[in-house]
Each structure stands twice: as C-alpha cells, then as structure tokens.
C-alpha cells in the first residue's frame, strides 16, 4: 500500500498527538475539547437564509456556541434535500453547497481549514448521489476536505439503500455502490455509515475491512435502547470497534427515546454508556446533527449544552480519559489520517 501523506493529514494528526494527554491542546480557556461528528451548518446557509456570518444568531451554531462548547473540530455536512428543481442531485448543485461551506469558513475568522488554532474544519457529504457516477472526482473533494462520504440520506439511490426508505430495497449496496466505496477508500477517505441501510452496513464493512480502514457512524445512536432504524445494532458496533472505527452520538430525540417526547441530555448520556459497554471506550464520540432540523434534546440546543452533558456523562460514572476521549480524542485518531492516498488495497 502507497501512501502520500497530505499536509492536512499531518496536522491534524500533530494535533492529536499532542492532546495525548487531556486537557493539554485544548481550546483557550476550556477544560476540554470537543470534536463535533455531524453538523448541518452548510444547508442552514444555503437552503434556509442564514447568515454564513456566525457572530449573527440564526441557527443552532454561532461563534459565541462553539466557543462555548469548546468545539476544536466540527465536520460540516453537505446536504442537498429533497424535491430540488430542476436537477435534484447535480454535480453542480453539491459543488455550491461546497463552495457555501468554505465561504463560511472564509467568512468566520474562528474557523479554519488549516488545523492548529480556532476551530478545524473539515466536509462530509450527507448522500452522494450528486457524485455517484463520478468516483472519479473523489480524490478532487478530498481535496477540498471532504473527507467522510455518506452513500444516502432518506431514500436509497444509486449507490446504496436507506435505512429509512418504506420501499423494498435492492440487498445494500449496489455494483456502483461497490465501486464508489472502493474509489473512497482509496482517495484516503471514509465511508459515513449514518442513514445507510443494514444490508449497505454489511457490504461497505466487508470492502472497509479488506482496505483495514475503520468503519464510521457521525449521527447514530443504539438501537438496543431506542429501536429506530436510524440507530445502530449491538451487533453493528460491535464490527465498527473492531474496525478501530467510531460512533458520534445525536442529539435527536428520535433517536435517543421512543415515546415522541423530548429526550434528555441524561438519554444521551444513557446511549454513551451503552455504546461504551458494548464497544469499549475508544470507539464513542459526539456527532450532534445541530443545525439539521432535529428535536433537539432538551438543554442541547446548541453546542453550549456540551457542559450539561458532560454533567449527565458524569452521572453515568464516564470520567478522566474516558471522557476526553469521546468527547474528541476518538474521533481526533480516525480523522487524523484522513487525506492520504493509497493506490491499490
Ligand atoms: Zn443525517
């Protein structure tokens, strides 16, 4: 296996190194750091008029938010909804949510693409069906820092089917899904499991183990406690753990309780301790779903809730290194090698 290493990679890997020991390399002023999986920040500014100007209120995430959090990281996700006219799922329509991406980015001196200060950015696509013909240009995304691909939102496509979809699926992935996964794989990207069917789970974990690289939920909790299908099964994370992989926990009540009302940061805490049970403790994260419509937990409105959650880990007896390590650290050692090619399996 061939690998370049990018200067990206590099960094973020120095400052995973150097935050071995927590609290050192955390933000100014903060006890932690907080690495945020799954933020929908690019279809607020896109699709819904918010400001790309964070210091102005208008969504879950402000500059005032993350500061308050204490986010080091957060991975920006690229979602083109449904029912767009006239070409639902472009090339040209996710290359301008990109490019509205990075002019958040530009237009927050907060945030940064360059890891080391302020808060690192990186992009996910949130469905990749714009670019499901075109594996070809994933080394070209990759780039551009987009460095977790999710094969489907609701609905399946031509990759991959959907948990979420009510119509009989095709078995998981598709030929296109296959050969898609693998052209991830080798740009020195991930797959993003969330919102993926069972049957595409089981295909993308047999092509992630024959790569060896680690399996990735950003937004899914366990179905154990809440039986929706969005929700990952123990046996599930079990196979993610053992890839080296990682889970970000949402902040969705749907996700977190199954009884329609709003959940608590203490069922986002009670998720935390299952998934650190069944998989151990270096394989849990955070993976918020702010800013993508969701029920919000109560108190989790925005990242300043970060602080009542931890209570509420505490709570569960999740403490010290334990607790750094699913509030950034996990997800710190998947991303840190991000960005590097590799030519062949
Ligand atoms: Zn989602």
């Known amino acids: 296996m061939r690998r370049a290493t990018s200067a990206f990679g590099i960094a973020l890997a120095l400052v995973a190194a150097g935050c071995a020991k927590p609290p050192a390399g955390v933000p100014e002023g903060c006890a932690y750091g907080v690495v945020d999986l799954h933020v929908d920040l690019p279809f607020q500014v896109h699709y819904r008029g918010r400001s790309p100007d964070l210091s102005q209120p208008g969504s879950d995430v402000t500059t005032a938010s993350l500061r308050a959090g204490c986010v080091q990281l957060v991975v920006l996700s690229l979602f083109l909804p449904t029912g767009l006219r006239p070409r639902p799922h472009s090339l040209d329509e996710l290359l301008a949510v990109l490019a509205t991406g990075e002019a958040i980015v530009a237009a927050n001196p907060l945030l940064t693409l360059s890891p080391g200060s302020g808060v690192s950015v990186v992009f996910s696509l949130e469905g990749s069906q ?18 977790l691909f999710g094969l489907v939102h609701a609905h399946h496509n031509d990759l991959a089917d959907s948990s979420s979809d009510p119509h009989p699926g095709r078995g998981g992935l598709t030929p296109a899904g296959e050969r898609f996964v693998d052209a991830v794989y080798r740009a020195g990207a991930l ?28 937004h899914s909790n366990a179905r154990a406690i809440t039986p929706h299908r969005r929700n990952l099964t123990d046996a599930q994370l079990r196979t993610i753990a053992s890839s080296g992989g990682i889970v970000g926990l949402a902040f969705h009540s749907p996700f977190l309780r199954h009884d329609r009302k709003q959940a608590t940061a203490n069922q986002v805490a009670g998720h935390a301790r299952h998934l650190m049970e069944v998989m151990g403790p270096s394989h849990v994260a955070i993976g918020s779903d702010l800013d993508g419509l969701i029920h919000h937990a109560a108190g989790l409105e925005s990242h300043q809730g970060i602080a009542a959650l931890i209570s509420a880990l505490h ?10 390590a699913l509030l950034r650290d996990n997800a710190l050692r998947v991303l840190a090698p991000l960005g590097r090619r590799s030519r062949r399996r």
Do not use: C, K, M, Y
Request: hydrophobic residues 45%.
């Open 191 to 218: 797959v993003d499991l969330s919102h993926a069917s069972d049957e595409a789970f089981e295909d993308v974990a047999r092509i992630a183990h024959q790569w060896g690289r680690p399996l990735v939920a950003t």
């Open 315 to 324: 709570r569960q007896g999740i403490d010290g290194e334990p607790l750094h």
């Open 130 to 147: 714009a670019v499901a013909a075109r594996p070809d240009l994933i080394p070209s995304l990759v780039q551009r820092r987009v460095l």
